[in-house]
């Protein structure tokens, strides 16, 4: 009796953490929208997921709006069952940089092209620090270092061929140093790097801005640079271009919908992410999270799409990370 | 301590004691079931933050948080199927001691060991953080792999009578966690261009599958040559001498797990280990007969410190905003939510949330030991449900909880393969806790050991250059020559 009792609990909370939800049919009329977070719960694509349906939800009150997570292999699982999706009207993916790195490092079979871009929603810079009691007082020195030898120049940083290793990639370059020698230590997430660069066991670090910011400022760390195109606001740091790297890069977020959709879906949903940007939960997020919006539709999104893949793929195999 | 006062009455509302109350349900339950862990749980409640108080939130996360590491023995010591890897080596001892008809007791001692260790451990966060961080952030790589190399000579204790058998097991482990890409280069391995595999295998699922999967085949197999044994329930409490063998392991397991909590990658499992292999070594007399048939301190030392890392995790997080564990990282996000940055400022800006949650924290503690104590005795009474029955529900649940972590089909053929891997490893006598061992040191020990070295441009001097780091070796070499040395004195007296 006692274990029908749990058994009905466990059921029951099984049935509430997994989410029993209806896949929906096409035409981006009324019925349930489903975004795709293709990681996690917790992470950033999970948190720009979340965020989107709640403000989807204060935006069309009448639109019903469920996010899922499809986990692995940096987003590309997801992207394969987005692509099995053809022409459904009612499913968006989140997705950023880092799944266009992804589909290369991991030979993907399933690329972006099988997908309907429909926008770009928010940046985040990468900042460059070394810990407090470094030699290293900016980038000049950073780059003599690196000259002088780079397996000396530890750099930490997120998984390997990620986005903080594109950016240490493309900075030895500008350098006139080959990729391949940059001495990169994959950690598992910003909060492992921060515990190796606080304890001073490494040369540099390189994470998102809003990994570290908190110790710039209380001091604990020190910014050589950040990767935006002008100064970021609150923070003492130069650009990486006022420092004689010519490198810029966000770490950008968007969503994608299936391919084959038609030309009314793709407008439908176009204009439903646009309502949503529009919207003050949306706004409010933005600020909160320290994103910087960069809100792109259409065809604009399309082009930095292909950009970006270009751009990426040439890093990724100089970095020499390609499985 | 006015602060912790405050703390106490804030914590001390009626709606907060509600969503404590829920908070420590949840992660009962969810540490009971196989697959489903805290840092999952946490993770889909994260959208509450936008409608419920910080608080409250940060509650119930909590009562969650120690609810999970509560829940993981009791499957553990009933059942031999642990619901959480950090329980895994509970069921060493815990198992034998219920089906010697001590289940009761196992219960009792894994619970207030665990409100012993929880009480202690977050004491410690009160008084002693500022010292845990700035220790746990000393910690180089090297250091990590020596401590890797101690928590591997301490699994040579739980390696079963037979030494080769021990180290087949361990083998078959190192091979497990070799799977998915490798973290420095990105290179995949053993992955079969399987993509799903990529990430690696879960621990959970390794854990489930070789232990509760496992352990069904293999009842399933006896059924019909052995009448089944019948288990006695025995008697329902603690006796005198149960509580004068537990409490020194309760202690010894706090002082473990606090400071490995605070540890970025240390975990809950490696104090576990370590307690129980400490345990084992300091059992004299009547423990010393009883260790691997059922000795109350290898589940009361064990289980002191898995909780007692739960406490330890907060440290970091709340200091410095480090999440050393999943469920951490998880918990920083739902901060974020709130706009809120853990570190050294939140003390000051958000004394009340802080303190607030710490006060929870020993609420949710002494709620746990209400909530469990009185169902130690109810529990043991599981096994009186006819077997197969009770496994069929292992099965049911092992599966549910391993398809919900990912909803991926390939995880669930994973599950069964090593399902069947555990169930050949018991027929031919191969211990399962080394496997899961040495699937979680291993690439522990294999990344560390490499960051050093590339840190260090190539130079192997790097691994023994602080005192951390020669300390663990030391004590490593020790507890692998000591028991060779006495063997040698004792051939020649």
């Known amino acids: 009796m006692r274990l029908r009792i749990l058994a009905a609990l466990a059921a029951l909370s099984v049935a509430a953490l997994t989410g029993c939800g209806d896949t929906g049919g096409s035409g981006g009329g009324t019925s349930a929208l489903r975004i795709m977070a293709p990681a996690a719960p917790g992470g950033g694509w999970d948190q720009t997921s979340r965020t ?14 469920e996010v899922f997570n499809v986990p692995g292999a940096g987003g590309t699982i997801g992207l394969a069952q987005l692509a099995g999706e053809k022409g459904n009207g009612n499913l968006l993916m989140t997705m950023g940089l880092v799944m266009v790195g992804a589909i290369e490092q991991n030979k993907s079979q399933v690329t972006l092209t099988e997908t309907t871009p429909i926008a770009k929603l928010t940046e985040e810079y990468e900042i460059i620090v070394v810990p407090a009691e470094s030699p290293l007082k900016s980038l000049a020195d950073l780059v003599a270092a690196w000259k002088a030898d780079p397996a000396k120049v530890s750099v930490a940083g997120g998984s390997a061929g990620g986005t903080d290793h594109i950016v240490a990639g493309l900075m030895a370059k500008a350098a006139g140093v080959d990729p391949k020698q940059v001495n990169y230590i994959a950690h598992s997430g910003g909060g492992e790097a921060l515990n190796a660069l606080l304890g001073n066991k490494v040369t540099i670090g390189v994470s998102g801005v809003g990994e570290f910011a908190e110790h710039v400022k209380s001091g604990k760390l020190r910014a050589l640079g950040v990767t935006s195109g002008e100064r970021l606001p609150g923070l003492d740091a130069p650009t990486l271009k006022e420092g004689g790297l010519d490198v810029e890069l966000a770490n950008w977020r968007g969503m994608v919908a299936p391919g084959g959709l038609s030309d009314a879906d793709k407008k439908a949903l176009t204009d439903l992410v646009t309502k949503m940007h529009d919207s003050q939960p949306w706004k409010d997020a933005v600020a909160k999270n320290g994103w910087i919006d960069s809100f792109q539709t259409g065809q604009e999104f399309a082009d930095y799409l292909a950009a970006e893949q270009t751009r990426v793929k040439a890093i990724i195999a100089e970095l020499g990370v390609v499985s | 301590m ?44 994260l959208p509450i933050t ?132 490798d973290q420095q280069t990105g ?105 691997g048939k059922g000795a109350i301190e290898g589940v009361a030392g064990p289980e002191a410190a898995n909780n007692a890392s739960a406490a330890g995790t907060l440290v970091p997080l709340l200091t410095l905003g480090l999440p050393t564990s999943a469920t951490a990282a998880i918990m920083l996000a739902a901060f974020q939510q709130y706009g809120l940055q853990p570190g050294p400022q939140l003390f000051d800006h958000n004394p009340a949330l802080v303190w607030g949650m710490i006060a929870s924290l020993f609420i949710g503690n002494a709620m746990l030991l209400v909530l469990n104590l009185p169902l130690a005795p109810v529990w043991a009474r599981l096994l009186l449900i006819p077997r197969p029955y009770l496994y069929a529900g292992i099965v049911l649940f092992a599966a549910l909880g391993v398809y919900a972590l990912k909803a991926s089909v390939v995880d ?32 522990m020990a294999e990344i560390q050991l490499r960051r050093a070295l590339a840190i260090g441009a190539g130079d192997v001097t790097v691994l023994v250059e602080s005192w951390v780091s020669v300390v663990l070796l030391v004590l490593s070499a020790l507890a692998l020559l000591t028991p060779l040395f006495r063997k040698l004195v004792a051939r020649r007296g």
């Open chain 2, 412 to 443: 669930l053929v994973v599950l069964f393969v090593l399902g069947l891997l555990g169930f050949a490893m018991r027929r031919f006598g191969l211990p399962i806790a080394p496997a899961v061992i040495g699937m979680i040191l291993g690439p």
């Open chain 2, 2 to 45: 006015q602060l912790l006062l405050d703390g106490f009455t804030a914590a001390l509302t009626p709606v907060n004691l509600m969503y404590a109350l829920i908070g420590v349900t949840l992660g009962t339950l969810v540490g009971v079931l196989p697959g489903i862990g805290p840092a999952m749980t946490v993770a889909l409640l």
């Open chain 2, 187 to 291: 290179q995949a391995r053993l992955t079969l261009g399987i993509r799903q595999l990529l990430d690696g295998v879960d621990v959970v699922i390794v854990a489930v599958g070789l232990f509760a999967l496992g352990e069904a085949l293999y009842v399933a197999s006896r059924l019909r040559h052995a009448a089944p044994e019948v288990v006695p329930v025995g008697r329902a409490w603690m006796g005198r001498a149960d509580w004068g063998r537990s409490w020194r392991p309760w202690l010894r397991g706090t002082a473990l797990g606090f400071p490995f909590g605070a540890l970025p990658g240390g975990g809950a499992e490696i104090p576990t280990f370590l307690s129980y292999a400490a345990e084992k070594r300091l059992a004299r007399g009547v423990a010393r007969e009883e260790y």
């Open chain 1, 52 to 65: 989107a349906e709640q403000a989807i939800k204060a935006a069309v009150p009448d639109r019903q709006v």
């Open chain 2, 50 to 181: 936008f409608t419920v108080p910080p608080a409250s939130a940060f509650i119930m996360f909590a009562g969650i948080y120690y609810g999970g590491m509560y829940g993981g023995s009791t499957t553990s010591i009933l059942l031999n199927t642990p619901g959480e890897s950090s329980s895994m080596i509970t069921a060493l001892e815990g198992n034998k001691m219920a089906r010697r008809g001590r289940a009761a007791q196992a219960l009792a001692t894994a619970a207030i060991g665990s409100f012993v260790a929880g009480t202690i451990a977050t004491a410690l966060l009160v008084v002693a953080a500022p010292a845990v961080v700035s220790f746990a952030i000393s910690f180089g790589p090297a250091d990590y792999f020596a401590l890797a190399i101690l928590a591997f000579t301490a699994v040579s204790s739980v390696l079963s009578r037979s030494v080769v058998r021990g180290l087949a097991s361990l083998g078959l482990g190192l091979v497990i966690g070799l799977i998915g890409i």
